[in-house]
Nanobody, 123 residues
């Protein structure tokens, strides 16, 4: 069984930066694809970013391209989301996800999910 725990969410001013972390426990997932999703108040969960296990395939939703970067440290069994130039519309609960198949992560059908961390961006 795999457990994912997000951290790093907090209140930040527009234009600021945050780095979210997703710690993985239960088993090694170094060969798993992983990704980030978010859900804003009153909206459906949406895809933010994903990467395959090697990192040579990454994908971002258009609204975060050039501002967010997904990465992972397999030695620490942790995935990150570096978020720069934050905007109020980035306010949401951010979830990390993992699955053996990148397509399942990218389409929101990942097997493993964290419980989320709240990011609030003030204007």
């Amino acid at each position: 069984q795999v457990q994912l725990v997000e951290s790093g969410g907090r209140l930040v001013q527009a234009g600021g930066s945050l780095r979210l972390s997703c710690a993985v426990s239960g088993r090694t997932v170094s060969n798993y694809a992983m990704g980030w999703f978010r859900q804003a108040p009153g909206k459906e969960r949406e895809f933010v970013a994903s990467r395959n296990w090697s990192g040579d395939r990454t994908s971002y939703t258009d609204s975060v391209k050039g501002r967010f970067t997904i990465s992972r440290d397999n030695a620490k069994n942790t995935m990150y989301l570096q978020m720069n130039r934050l905007k109020p519309e980035d306010t949401a609960v951010y979830y990390c996800a993992a699955d053996a198949a990148l397509v399942f992560v990218h389409t929101g059908r990942a097997r493993y999910w964290g419980k989320g961390t709240l990011v609030t961006v003030s204007s």
